[in-house]
T-cell receptor
């Protein structure tokens, strides 16, 4: 079965550079979530989208922005990168019309290293 | 605020022995509970979920979990552990007040399997 696709899988950037992470949800899934997992940490919710509109927002820095496109893929844009942004970034997708009884399926993650 | 506590950071179990990973949650309403497993460098794979109904839920790979409202617990069990079960296990509760749930994760339990 098709899974969530994230690209790139690995990314190395310098401080103050920008990065764009992409997420392609499972076919027919209309909701996308972004999570950040620091080294040795649990995943932390950043932001989510349903039908191309932001549905919820968590602890996402102002330097980050995200959007969901008409084909439901999503991009997380990160500017003025800091060393502390080094983390594993997960995207998850779900069928949003299930409401609170949805199940999120995670992609393999993008590992970002900021030097 | 919703929270999840996994009291055990590391657990070592002999191959073939039984396993129980503890999870306690704090949530005002009916919780939506999940267990995910993460192998090193990999994404999060859903093991099982509880939304309502039977409090004993079966998942993949021979795992099961029991929801106990009186104890605010959702412990994960497996009768016989295999070496391939060595991984990080995350308990999560679905939360959110926008009609869509974001996942709040516990800090994880790292399972080591000894020969």
């Amino acid at each position: 079965a098709a899974g969530v696709i994230q690209s790139p899988r690995h990314l190395i950037k310098e401080k103050r550079e920008t990065a764009t992470l992409k997420c392609y949800p499972i076919p027919r899934h209309d909701t996308v979530y972004w999570y950040q997992q620091g080294p040795g940490q649990d995943p932390q919710f950043l932001i989510s989208f349903y039908e191309k509109m932001q549905s919820d927002k968590g602890s996402i820095p102002d330097r980050f922005s995200a959007q969901q496109f008409s084909d439901y893929h999503s991009e997380l844009n990160m500017s003025s990168l800091e060393l502390g942004d080094s983390a594993l970034y997960f995207c998850a997708s779900s069928l949003g019309r299930s409401g609170m009884q949805e199940t999120q399926y995670f992609g393999p993650g993008t590992r970002l290293l900021v030097l | 605020a919703q929270s999840v506590t996994q009291p055990d950071i590391h657990i070592t179990v002999s191959e073939g022995a039984s396993l129980e990973l503890r999870c306690n949650y704090s949530y005002g309403a009916t919780p939506y509970l999940f267990w995910y497993v993460q192998s090193p460098g990999q994404g999060l794979q859903l093991l099982l979920k509880y939304f309502s109904g039977d409090t004993l839920v079966q998942g993949i790979k021979g795992f099961e979990a029991e929801f106990k409202r009186s104890q605010s617990s959702f412990n994960l069990r497996k009768p016989s552990v295999h070496w391939s079960d060595a991984a990080e296990y995350f308990c999560a509760v679905g939360s959110g007040n926008t009609g869509f749930q974001k996942l709040v994760f516990g800090t994880g339990t790292r399972l080591l399997v000894s020969p």
